[in-house]
């Protein structure tokens, strides 16, 4: 078994490294953008790439994404992310991964992301150190709790107050975050809809939510919120067409939800409010770099943790009372708040 390890230069990223094991199918891609605050954490993606190229584009997006949240939220940590095809089996993965992630040598800290879970982390673990200890509750708890609190920061903005009681929500996607957000808006009175794939229906109408096959199904008139939980892109062309006067607020939990930053001067120019993801989706990396730089065995409801995902309301509300002042995109202006943090 021979890995092969090599560094690909790539403008504006620190490192950007290659892994592949042709016996076992094993191809990796990590990309670390930024350890000026501290080495690089963000989660590693398993995933069915349609090539190389893809794998690379991803990979270099989430990477860089990672350094603006983890600055943003105020984490002692850059900006980093990993990618395995999943031509491998994961459990034949974990020592070639692990292998990769002691080369690297700290500079990169892996954690949890699509397609890898609890098990797998404790998998890597076995071969490296470089792996954030999946004990307690999963990220997902907390990075629903930081989507709550964006949404809250968002009515405060648009009405005057925090309240979701009566808010028309649509959630896309019901996995461990979009779940625990839908559940969050209930108690809070709101009423929700939510999109999956057809085998969570059972699922999602026994938790007593109305199912739809996607979001043109909805039987709203109108979406207080539209929160995307599921992959990114689904803020394209298509969305545009049947957001206008349907949608008043956007934050969810899925990365790189916009497809570019035309569509979000488009939302912008409807009245369409938007939090940029990296902001409301802060929640499960704040646990995960809480408990690696403060204490192992933190949980969301620890104050030094739930200090940090309430913060996420206030920095939501701020980052939208500066796009209304200056006229300029939200994404600029938590850009810019990030790279404050990263001088």
Known sequence: MTLNIKDKPKDGFERVVYAEEDKFNF?????I??????????????????????????VLKLAEAMT???????????????TIHSKINKKDAYSLFGEV???????YITAGDMGTVDEDLKGFREYSNHVCNPIG?????????????????CVEFKYGKESL????????????????????????GANIEISDLEHKKDLIERDGYKFCDQLQDTSFEKIDIYSPCAGGGDLNKEFL?????KMSIITGAANNQLVNKDIEKELNNEGILYCPDYCANAGGVIILGSRLSIKENLEPNDKVVDDLLIKIKSRTKSILEKSKKYTILASNVANEMALDGLK
Request: glycine content about 14%; hydrophobic content about 30%; charged content about 20%.
């Open 27 to 31: 191809y990796s891609v990590i990309a």
């Open 33 to 58: 953008h930024n350890t000026k605050r501290g080495p690089a954490l963000g989660g590693c993606r398993y995933f069915n790439y349609q090539d190389l190229i893809k794998q690379e584009e991803d």
């Open 68 to 82: 603006y949240k983890n600055s943003l939220a105020e984490l002692p940590f850059g900006g980093g992310k990993a």
């Open 101 to 107: 992630l002691n080369k690297l040598n700290g500079t």
């Open 137 to 153: 509750s999963d990220s997902g708890l907390s990075t629903a709790l930081g989507v709550y609190y964006s949404m809250l920061g």
């Open 165 to 188: 009681k009566n808010k028309n929500i649509f959630i896309k996607g019901y996995g461990k975050t979009g779940s625990r957000i839908a559940s969050l808006c209930k108690k809070d």
């Open 241 to 245: 067409s049947f957001s206008r006067n």
